[in-house]
């Protein structure tokens, strides 16, 4: 297997979702394939926080998340859990600042897909070189979600990274939704990332669907 190409992987994060356990209130499989349905492209596994699962429980909750995206041919992400992605032969991992350096996380990994969190462009560059194939730029604007999470920084940080040269493809996250989707896309992102858009959702279904069409109609107006 070779390295994911940039193209084919920009087009895998037009519509990132990210879920555990205790970011839904409904049943996390019924939700997850609503969000299928609705139009998502990648989908990451991130157990933690609160209640969260951990062990065999979390094993099998991965699993079953994880042969609902292969159903539908989403690729499965792992957030911070490396040795669990490798468990699962899961198609990536996603890992931030405080977690493994991505240097070594990209040896254990060979060529699944490696996603490092970046909050400037010094945190950007060090990724790339060691071996990142995206970055998860954020929080764009105020969450709730991610208890430790650093101070919203707005749409400009992607801005600065494009300006300086960067093409990998990014994904913005943090309090995005499908009513502040076309800022992000047009300051650079290839693509948004979001939790409670569409885990909390009364229809996960519908906010997909919107998500996706924001986007969509960003791209088209940039070009
Ligand atoms: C796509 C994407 N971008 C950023 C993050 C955040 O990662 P990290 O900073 O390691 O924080 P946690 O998610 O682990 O709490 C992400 N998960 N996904
Ligand atoms: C995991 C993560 N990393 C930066 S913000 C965030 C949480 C995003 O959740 P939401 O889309 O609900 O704001
Ligand atoms: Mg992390």
């Given at each position: 297997m070779a390295r994911i190409s940039t193209k084919q992987l920009q087009e895998k994060l037009r519509v990132y979702f990210i879920m555990g356990s205790n970011n839904c209130q409904k049943d996390p499989f019924a939700v997850l394939t609503e969000a299928i349905e609705g139009g998502?492209?990648?989908?990451?596994?991130r157990e933690k926080g609160q209640g969260a699962l951990s062990g065999k429980e979390k094993y099998d909750f991965a699993k079953e998340l994880q042969a609902i995206c292969r159903k539908h041919r989403i690729?499965?992400?792992?957030?911070?859990?490396?040795?669990?992605?490798?468990?699962?032969?899961a198609d990536g991992v996603h890992i931030g600042q405080e977690d493994e350096?991505?240097?070594?996380?990209?040896?254990?990994?060979?060529?699944?897909?490696?996603?490092?969190?970046?909050?400037?462009?010094?945190?950007?560059?060090?990724?790339?070189?060691?071996?990142?194939d995206y970055l998860g730029v954020g929080p764009i604007?105020?969450?709730?979600?991610?208890?430790?999470?650093?101070?919203?920084q707005g749409v400009a940080v992607l801005r600065t990274l494009r300006e300086h040269g960067l093409s990998i493809p990014i994904v913005g996250i943090g309090g995005i939704t499908p009513h502040n989707t076309k800022e992000v896309i047009v300051a650079g992102a290839d693509g948004v990332s979001v939790i409670s858009a569409i885990s909390l959702a009364?229809?996960?279904?519908?906010?997909?669907?919107?998500?996706?069409?924001?986007?969509?109609?960003?791209?088209?107006?940039?070009?």
């Open positions: 998502i492209t990648l989908f990451q596994f690729p499965f992400i792992v957030n911070d859990d490396v040795e669990l992605a490798l468990e699962l032969d350096r991505a240097d070594l996380v990209r040896k254990k990994i060979g060529d699944k897909i490696l996603g490092v969190s970046a909050h400037n462009l010094e945190e950007a560059r060090r990724a790339i070189k060691q071996g990142a604007f105020p969450t709730s979600t991610k208890e430790d999470a650093k101070e919203a009364a229809s996960p279904r519908e906010n997909a669907r919107m998500l996706a069409k924001a986007v969509r109609e960003a791209l088209n107006k940039d070009v």
